[in-house]
């Protein structure tokens, strides 16, 4: 038999409105409140009893119906009678509970994280409403979003054999970058990217961010830690880059590299899973999906294996998707815009299309490596060699300095205006960050050796002159 206490401890039957000793309210039926669980509660009390539709909780919000069940609770849409029945979420959060002292910390934890949420004011994020226990069990109230998650509306498009079209990604990312760069600034890692965690709205048309990763963390700090027990690990798997999910680390570019997964996944109709190396962990996506060259680039990017070469922030990419690219950040249209069909047509974004056609091709080179080359200027003859372009060994044609060193003079101001361009097209590289560390390295180890010589020839220099002085001294 389940047995309920009131707060004096009297044991009485589940159901009972009243307690038979003292007569106190306990409203445990469907309509009723949620009853007490006190610390004392008996063994057959271990799972809490079922929240029902109807029920209410903390004389406030009335259970309408169960939204969806995980690992660390369950979610309800419930009716907050304090706001003049307006509709919120309301999560259940018991990740694997254990006695009185879990309860307290629980507590202490998910207050420190709704600090974080409570500070959140974008309406494309859901307004966090309040933090509150009942007994041993921990609710979080937000505001409902009425709408259905991305990963619903993929699943409907697989039924009819669609999938999201390019222009509708593109209105997306410029959507939701925003709301990324948002967080970003007040610190605060979402750490959860995926389709089912971003609703479209069904009154205006906007993608709306749930479900943060920072009460999942919570929650796994109290269950001991990951499924593994060694450390705190977010984000789902294929979604979250591979820092995220072996070491726990986040950041901005974590969040963009789930927003990029998101974006081919809805493309593609696939799981990353089927979209990934298990091998080499090389991404296969740019083969199940013809785009245009710039989110192509973008898209390759944000899915770079190492954070340092993928982009830092949402603004960056926010700059590359320009207005004639991106269609209007106002609804979610599901048709491709003029400007998106004429993508094709903009300036390309930082496609890694190194090593294509030698120097002489007429392949883009991205924009943000173009310029004067110090390293080509200063050693033409040594660059040429590690980056490929052999023009610069015409530098060595007249080392005897008959013409005046002409031929060597001429091909340094050569390379060192067009070397960039040259070396981007002669060989493979494997990112534009490793490019330009390559080339850094020449700049510095090209100023050293000049230096290096000039000391030389002053010390010469002086040497002479200080023996030419002492002989001059000696013959007097």
């Not at 706001?83 to 509970?97: D, G, H, I, M």
């Not at 990763?213 to 060694?230: F, I, P, R, T």
């Not at 294996?305 to 982009?311: A, G, H, L």
Request: proline content about 5%; some cysteine.
């Amino acid at each position: 038999m389940i047995l309920i206490k009131c707060s004096n401890g009297h044991e009485n039957t589940a159901g009972s409105r009243f307690c038979a000793s003292c007569g106190e309210s306990l409203l445990g039926t469907v309509a009723g409140t949620l009853p007490n669980q006190g610390a004392s509660a008996p063994a057959s009390q271990a799972h809490p009893v079922e929240l029902l539709p109807g029920m209410q909780l903390r004389n406030r919000y009335i259970i309408i119906r169960q939204l969806g069940q995980g690992g660390f609770g369950k979610t309800y849409l419930a009716e907050d009678t304090g706001r003049f029945n307006e509709a919120v979420v309301l999560k259940e959060l018991t990740p694997n509970l254990l006695g009185t002292g879990a309860i307290k910390k629980a507590s202490q934890l998910f207050e420190r994280e709704a600090v974080t949420l409570h500070k959140l004011q974008h309406p494309q994020i859901p307004r966090f409403w309040e933090l509150f226990r009942e007994g041993k069990r921990l609710f979080l109230v937000q505001e409902w979003v009425e709408g259905e998650t991305f990963d619903a509306l993929l699943r409907k498009r697989l039924q009819r054999g669609e999938c999201f079209r390019e222009g509708e990604i593109v209105q997306l990312l410029s959507q939701l970058l925003p709301v990324l760069s948002y967080l970003h600034r007040l610190g605060v890692i979402h750490s959860d990217i995926s389709p089912d965690n971003i609703i479209y709205r069904q009154r205006d048309g906007l993608p709306v961010l749930i479900d943060f990763g920072g009460v999942k963390q919570v929650a796994l700090e109290l269950a001991g830690g990951s499924e593994s027990g060694s450390f705190t690990r977010l984000g789902k798997s294929g979604y979250a880059p591979d820092e995220q999910m072996r070491l726990g680390i986040a950041a901005p570019h974590s969040d963009l590299y789930a927003l990029a997964v998101t974006a081919v996944v809805l493309m593609t109709g696939k799981t990353p899973q089927e979209l990934i190396d298990p091998l080499s962990m090389d991404w296969l996506w740019e083969k199940q999906l013809k785009l245009s060259p710039k989110l192509q680039g973008i898209l390759n990017r944000m899915l770079a294996q190492q954070p340092v070469e993928r982009f830092q922030s949402a603004e960056e990419i926010l700059e590359l998707l320009a207005p004639n690219f991106a269609p209007p950040a106002t609804q979610m249209s599901y048709t491709i815009s003029a400007g998106s069909r004429n993508a094709a047509n903009a300036d390309p974004a930082p496609v890694n299309n190194s090593g294509e056609g030698g120097i002489f091709s007429a392949s883009q080179v991205p924009a943000e490596i173009r310029g004067w080359n110090w390293g080509a200027f200063l050693l033409p003859g040594l660059w040429c060699i590690t980056n490929h372009v052999w023009i610069g060994l015409i530098a060595w044609v007249d080392i005897t300095l008959v013409t005046g060193g002409l031929p060597s003079l001429t091909v340094a101001f050569i390379l060192g205006a067009k070397g960039n361009e040259w070396a981007w097209r002669s060989r493979r590289w494997k990112s534009i960050a490793a490019f330009k560390a390559h080339q850094r390295a020449w700049a510095i180890v090209a100023v050293l050796i000049w230096v290096l010589i000039l000391l030389a020839v002053l010390l010469l220099v002086f040497g002479i002159v200080f023996w030419g002085f002492s002989a001059i001294m000696g013959g007097n």
